[in-house]
């Protein structure tokens, strides 16, 4: 299947390679490099390329292009799935997934990735098993190897590999057992010029922290479950009871994980935070335009919004700006064109407004179009679509766990056309 | 190759590798101490991962493979693995220590040891790792068996003489009840021996029914093989265009008292049993968070599944588009396949297919391409404002894709063809170049269809050609020229002048159009243009173009007589000005739906290397019982008696078929699989099933007693209830005879007595869900807190409606013809309207109600431009018809609309527009045309009451007419009050209905009790009282009346 991976600096260095068959000469990313040449931002380089003898599958990710070389028939997105996980599984280990934390942890990660698949095919993929093998680095420890001697490699029976829970490990012990649920939802929409919405939906996530010791059967349910419309799982929740009842009923892996995603039912109406009131215009002739916007609360159920922020990608003949922000601040980087108005939290009292000039380059035609905005938001405490978690039940374990909830609602892709 | 290769690495040693440093891990590999030995490894396994060469410290390296440290041992086999093929002399030395450790009672160093041996691409070794690979195949350890099947696939790369020993591997592994092996042996003979299909009858329904448990990546292989697979061995099911279909969806979901034996006895195509087990048994997969499976579950659907099924994939694989970039890529890409096919199965989904402005290039392109595919005559207006916004893209490339998009929405939907085309020709004065340019490539592609009445476009094209510098677009507007000269004689001579000034400095392409723009002139006009032509001809002949001297040569000959071509230059006329049939604008994804779904080879739209066709549907069904599992030792006694229950069974109700067939696979099945639980104990391999065992039994211990008690209770309860069905269903004799055959093998067990005892106490019909249950339960191993849950998914399975809760909707018992004025012709000075409620689900949005509007013209002139105005409240969401352009002189017209109520009485109120005047009028809905109706059973029915008690319930007594106290009589009157469905009742003197609104879904229950002589009690349980109270008005007026 997989036949070897290759980790990409976006500058085109390669700085990580592991093959789980014979040795594929480097040189293959050669194709994948002149593709990326042609391509304007790293995210146009095509997932999939086709070479003489092999086929490059490549997904870029916090900066970094993972590129796998396939022989093979094989279904795409299985390759891409998989790289995803390598990808969550660095950032699992040391905390982010990035260039410089690869290259200091060169030996633990090429390990991993060697426990991860063999001969190409995925062997261990869930983290908890990972960390049975391979125990990640901390501080304490590698203080501690180095002293001993002892080692980083577990030597125990894979007890999580050879069960049918292989997402929880044996033998999980804490003085205090906790569980944490964090329900986000983040909202998807267009708004067009007259800030009608063109689409909007509602996407949420149940990301989960779990701390509790033995082998905890729990089952979470909600108020309103009717609200979701379409949901997948992590493989420990149990299917059929979630068809009848309409519960969670899991017994989770132990720590961080996501549990269900699921999108909001398309029948109710979402409700849109905050609108945008804005003018973007150039005028005909000379080479000035004017940029005027207002954020400002809409339908926020009683909170605030909080973290605001704008992000226009400006037209590449704007020469310069000159604005003035009522709240907040703004940056501009005259190399991307990229406008970012920082507003932080909002006060329906004094609405926040962006306005100045923009001038253009000079004999450059004024723009077709007007750049969209971006809006990205938070409200705290706030499950946008309604929903709510009615209980969280423990089964199977004696003590008693220590349980919360907390509710997020961001802004997604969130964008006013203009 | 190899040289090259050496040579590469000797440059790298040579740049990476000073001498001095290597002698130092050299040295640090021979010392004495752990933590030096270590150290250097690190660093020299750091080397291979940066892709540099560490190979000429191979013997330093192997002296540590024996290393007591675990540590130390790993990063020496990942060395091995890594240089054993460049130096396979040094690498046998560390055979010996591997075939020590395929020994070893540590079931993790085995296997860790037999990856390494298996990894070693050494030729020599290759009968060591045969050996090795048989002997894993039947290790106690299923790990170890997993990691034998990965070791098959690569001795087979390695050596492809071993194919026939390595498939007696597979065979065996095949037959293994770990869910840890199936993937990865699945894997194996996917790339051994994927033509062996043989191989999979006997475990087809065993990989069915582990496919849940297996982990997700051994799933997508699975399940890529069993569609495979399927093609071979099932017929089609879609030849009956979906009515029969449809039936044996229904038999599937319905209880099986209403129907009739003989409708399901005339239907021609049955679906096998084993086809349907594997559709069901995928379909939980699609809620995977694996993106792979659920697509591979997509295919599965796409390529097997019936028609009228395929849809329920549609919101999962929408789903995946909110994931990472590529992972929309690819999935966009497939569904632009389906949706080239099933325009219906993503229509629903069209605004998901909206382009942001912060999409990849490629991922908006996909996306035009989609909504191009789902355009329809409903949905066109919607689609071109969207594309409106695209043309104004600053990505012009995009902006370009947008307008071949529009292209062929205009070819493809022939109302909106001159819109496009206006649109278009406006496009022509766009400022941006690439924009223009293929506007005019695409406006020719459309005049070519309908070149009729175009002359005024032609005209204006000629007129914008000085301006248009895209050597494409110049030549599509020759081109147009020539070919429509007829229609601009004015114009297309003055053309070719202004060609022939500037014919040097063209591009090729445009030359050649001149030439044939020349040469049509010539023969149309050959007064204005002869000369023209003439001095074309010459630049031509000595053009640097081989091309273009060709094509000169070839015109002068054809067009200008001389004596030789005579004969040829007769027919000129028709050869160059013969009708072109228009090119046809389609999709580029039309073609790939030959490569199977999913597949890279469908990705890159050429036959990747080891791509397996899926085969066409074969016409005759093969052997069903190829797929029959014998039964073994214990379970033989009682299974002949089964197989008769089974036999007898067709005969009796017809309208379980569904149940009866698959019924019969799954008691095989079970019946297999339990008795490989109950000898289990006894055998060696059955390792998992102890641990499975050890784990269940003692953490239940006490708790499990009393949910058996909890269980028996229940059952009784069950029984109870069903006895009315046992009668129909299954002769006494028959269950009892059963029971006592059944227990005979089950007092040995003592592993799982609860399931067991349990399953005698069920009549023979639930036996078969048990079954499935309970095999499932053995192979799930669920700890103890799953008995509850099996309690509870049993009696789900049990009322097999609620399979299907989301509330399925269900046509209109009744429609009432009653029609209410919308607009008296007195106040619509000559328009009137009248308006009804059709019923019928909205198909605009959900949760909208139909509604049906007739309008008349009662004037004596004809009434223009009726269309919707203003609405009040400003928030109301109505679906407004499409403004109509004329309405003739007593000609009445019907038009639909959607209004979504917002589950409220509220008067909706609008303003209804002709070009002159507007009127206020407003559309009040009687509560009950709130609802939609939904189907259930009783049980389902109950269920819901249950939960909507209390505040959410309202009742009444009323007093109602003697004749009226059958059942006809009182669903009529509640069918035209509300847009209720009927629910089957047990009871007679008991009515059901139910609905949900429209707009929030709630569930909506009447219930109808006829008491005694005159009174009845109307019970309404929703979560929405004002709307129950609302509706109990309504209803009690009306049975009153009644």
Not at chain 1, 126 to 132: A, D, G, I, Q, T
Not at chain 2, 339 to 359: A, L, N
Request: glycine share 4%; aromatic share 8%.
């Amino acid at each position: 299947m997989i036949n070897s991976l290759f980790l990409i600096n976006p500058s085109g260095e390669i700085f990580l390679e592991k093959h789980w068959k014979s040795v594929v000469s480097r040189s293959v990313c050669d194709y994948f490099l002149e593709a990326k040449e042609k391509a304007l931002e790293p995210e146009d380089v095509p997932p999939v390329i086709h070479t003489p003898h092999h086929y490059l599958i490549s997904i870029y990710r916090d900066k970094l292009f993972f590129l796998s070389v396939i022989q093979t028939e094989v279904p795409p997105l299985f390759v891409i799935e998989f790289l995803h996980r390598v990808a969550e599984m660095i950032q699992d280990y040391f905390g982010e997934c990035s260039e410089t934390v690869v290259k200091d942890h060169m030996v633990m990660v090429y390990e991993l990735l060697e426990e991860m698949l063999d001969n190409g095919f995925p062997l261990a993929t869930e983290s908890n098993v990972l960390k049975e093998m391979i125990r990640p680095p901390t501080i304490l420890r590698s203080v501690v190897n180095t002293l001993t001697g002892t080692s980083n490699v577990g030597d125990t029976l894979l007890t999580g590999q050879l069960s049918t829970i292989p997402w929880r490990r044996a033998g999980v012990r804490y003085t205090n057992n906790e569980a944490y649920f964090d329900v986000v939802e983040e909202i998807d929409a267009i708004l067009d010029q007259s800030g009608t919405t063109v689409f909007a939906e509602i996407q949420g996530v149940v990301e989960a922290c779990v701390k509790l010791s033995g082998m905890p059967d729990l089952t979470l349910s909600f108020m309103n479950p009717r609200l979701l419309d379409d949901v997948s799982f992590h493989p420990c929740v149990r299917y059929k009871l979630w068809e009848s009842e309409r519960v969670l009923s899991f017994i989770p892996p132990d720590g961080n994980f996501t549990l269900m995603t699921y999108h909001v039912n398309a029948q109710n109406l979402v409700a849109i935070p905050v609108y945008v009131k804005q003018s973007i215009s150039f005028f005909e002739c000379g080479s000035d335009g004017r940029l005027d916007v207002t954020v400002g609360p809409k339908q926020t159920m009683g909170k605030t919004v909080e973290g605001v922020m704008v992000t226009v990608h400006l037209p590449k003949t704007i020469l310069s700006i000159n604005l003035t922000a009522t709240q907040g601040s703004y940056t501009y980087d005259n190399g991307t064109k990229l406008l970012v108005w920082d507003i932080g939290k909002l006060n329906p009292q004094k609405l926040p407004n962006l306005r100045g000039s923009l001038s253009l380059q000079a004999g450059a035609p004024k723009p077709e179009e007007n750049p969209s905005l971006n809006i990205d938001l938070k409200i705290q405490q706030l499950a946008i679509s309604g929903l709510k978690v009615n209980r969280l039940d423990m089964f199977g374990e004696k003590y008693k766990p220590f349980k919360g909830v907390k509710y997020i609602t961001k802004a997604g892709k969130f964008q006013v056309r203009t | 190759n190899t040289i090259s290769k050496s040579n590469s690495c000797i440059v790298h040693f040579l740049i990476s590798f000073s001498p001095s440093r290597n002698e130092d891990l050299k040295e640090m590999l021979e010392s004495n101490k752990e933590s030096l030995k270590l150290e250097a490894m690190k660093r020299v396994v750091g080397l291979i991962a940066k892709g540099k060469n560490a190979s000429e410290l191979f013997p330093a390296v192997v002296k540590n493979v024996a290393s007591k440290n675990i540590e130390l041992k790993k990063l020496v086999y990942v060395y091995l693995v890594r240089y054993a093929e460049e130096q396979q002399d040094l690498a046998l030395l560390s055979i010996s220590t591997f075939q020590r450790a395929l020994k070893d009672p540590n079931q993790l160093i085995r296997a860790s040891a037999l990856r390494v041996l298996s990894s070693i691409r050494v030729p020599i070794i290759v009968p060591i790792m045969m050996l090795a690979i048989k002997e894993a195949a039947s290790d106690m350890s299923p790990y170890v068996r997993k990691t034998s099947a990965h070791a098959i696939q690569k001795l087979y790369s390695l050596d492809q003489d071993q194919k026939e020993l390595l498939i007696e591997v597979i065979e065996k592994l095949l037959k293994d009840k770990s869910t840890l092996v199936a993937g990865s042996v699945v894997m194996a003979f996917e790339e051994v021996c994927p033509d062996r299909i043989d191989l999979i009858h006997k475990n087809y329904r065993k990989l069915c029914n582990l496919l849940v448990d297996v982990e997700e990546w051994g799933q997508v292989v699975i399940i890529s093989m069993l569609t495979r697979y399927a093609r071979t061995q099932f017929t089609s099911p879609w030849k009956e265009d979906g009515v029969f279909d449809e039936h044996n969806e229904r038999a599937f979901y319905e209880s099986d008292e209403e129907k009739t034996r003989d409708e399901t006895e005339a239907k021609p195509y049955m679906m096998d049993p084993d086809h349907r087990l594997l559709l069901r048994n995928t379909k939980p997969l699609l809620q995977s968070r694996n993106t792979a499976v659920v697509m591979s579950v997509a295919q599965l659907y796409w390529h097997l599944a019936p028609k009228n099924e395929v849809s329920i994939v549609t919101k999962s694989l929408v789903r995946l588009l909110r994931s990472h970039r590529e992972v929309q890529y690819i999935v966009l890409q497939n569904i632009a396949t389906m949706s080239i096919q099933r325009k219906g199965m993503f229509e629903p989904y069209m605004k998901s297919f909206y382009v942001r402005s912060t999409d990849a290039t490629h991922i908006k392109s996909l996306k035009l391409e989609i909504l191009t595919s789902l355009a329809n005559e409903a949905n066109i207006s919607t689609i071109l404002r969207e594309f409106q916004t695209y043309v104004k893209s600053q990505d012009k490339q995009f902006a370009a894709g947008t307008i071949q998009a529009i292209g062929r929405c205009a070819t493809n939907i022939s109302e909106v063809t001159d819109t496009c085309l206006n649109g278009l020709v406006l496009l022509l004065s766009n400022r941006d170049e690439t924009v223009v340019a293929e506007s005019v490539v695409v406006i020719r592609k459309l005049l070519q269809i309908q070149p009729t009445q175009h002359s005024d476009i032609i005209k204006h094209m000629a007129k914008l050609f000085d301006n248009i510098t895209v050597p494409m677009a110049r030549a599509s507007i020759l081109w147009l020229m020539g070919e429509y000269c007829e229609r601009v004689p004015k114009i297309a001579p003055d053309v070719l002048r202004k060609m022939a000034k500037s014919f040097t400095s063209e591009e090729d392409i445009v030359k050649l159009q001149t030439v044939n723009l020349a040469a049509k002139l010539y023969l149309t006009n050959s007064k204005q243009t002869k000369l023209l032509t003439q001095y074309i001809l010459n630049l031509g002949k000595y053009d640097q173009n081989y091309d273009i001297r060709d094509r000169t040569r070839f015109i002068r000959q054809l067009i200008v007589p001389n004596d030789k071509n005579g004969a040829l230059s007769k027919y000129a006329h028709r050869i160059l000005l013969a009708p072109k049939p228009a090119p046809v604008l389609e999709s580029a994804y039309k073609d790939r739906d030959r490569y199977q779904l999913g597949t890279l080879s469908h990705t890159i739209n050429t036959k990747a290397s080891g791509y397996l066709e899926l085969s066409d549907w074969p016409a005759v069904a093969p052997d069903q019982s190829v797929r029959n599992v014998e039964v073994i030792e214990p379970v033989k006694e009682w299974a002949p008696s089964l197989g008769k229950t089974v036999k007898s069974k067709p005969a009796k109700s017809s309208d379980d078929k569904f149940y009866s067939d698959s019924g019969e696979e799954e008691e095989k099945g079970s019946g297999s699989s339990s008795s490989e639980d109950g000898s289990s104990s006894s055998s060696s391999e059955g390792v998992l099933h102890i641990l499975q065992n050890e784990r269940v039994c003692p953490e239940s211990g006490s708790d499990a007693e009393s949910h058996v008690q909890k269980n028996s209770s229940q059952t009784s309860e069950e029984s109870d209830k069903s006895s009315s069905q046992s009668e129909k269903s299954s002769s006494e004799s028959d269950s009892e005879k059963k029971e006592r055959k059944t227990k005979t093998p089950l007092q040995k067990k003592t592993v799982k007595p609860t399931s067991w005892t349990y399953v005698t106490k069920q009549q023979h019909t639930k036996t078969i869900f048990v079954n499935v249950i309970n095999q499932h339960s053995v192979l799930q191993t669920f700890s103890y807190s799953h008995w509850s849950t099996l309690c509870v998914s049993l009696f789900t399975q049990l009322c097999p409606l609620s399979l299907a809760f989301p509330l399925q909707l269900s046509g209109p018992a009744f429609v009432p013809e009653k029609s209410h004025d919308l607009l008296h012709r007195m106040t619509g000075k000559g328009l009137s309207a009248q308006y009804q409620f059709p019923r019928q689900p909205c198909l605009y949005q959900p949760t909208m109600v139909s509604v049906q509007i007739s309008l008349t013209n009662t004037t004596d002139h004809p009434l223009e431009q009726i269309h919707i105005g203003d609405r009040s409240p400003t928030g109301l969401n109505i679906h407004c018809f499409n403004t109509i352009e004329c309405l003739e002189p007593e000609a009445s017209v019907t038009v639909f609309m959607g209004i979504d109520f917002n589950d409220s009485t509220q008067a909706a109120n609008f303003q209804l527009c002709t070009k002159e005047d507007h009127f206020s009028v407003s559309i009040q809905p009687a509560i009950g045309e709130l609802l939609l109706p939904i189907t259930m059973t009783e049980l389902d029915f109950r269920k819901e009451q249950g939960k909507l008690l209390g505040m959410n319930e309202s009742s009444a007594t009323i007093t109602m007419a003697a004749e009226n106290m059958t059942s006809q009589p009182i669903s009529r009157p509640v069918a035209t009050v509300a847009n209720l469905g009927m629910v089957p009742s047990s009871q007679d003197n008991v009515h059901r209905f139910a609905g949900k609104t429209a707009n929030s879904g709630a569930v909506v229950l009447v219930t109808v009790e006829l008491r005694g002589e005159s009174t009845a009690l109307i019970t309404i349980n929703t979560e929405k009282s004002v709307m129950g109270s609302m509706l109990l008005r309504d209803l009690k007026l009306a049975l009153a009346q009644a």
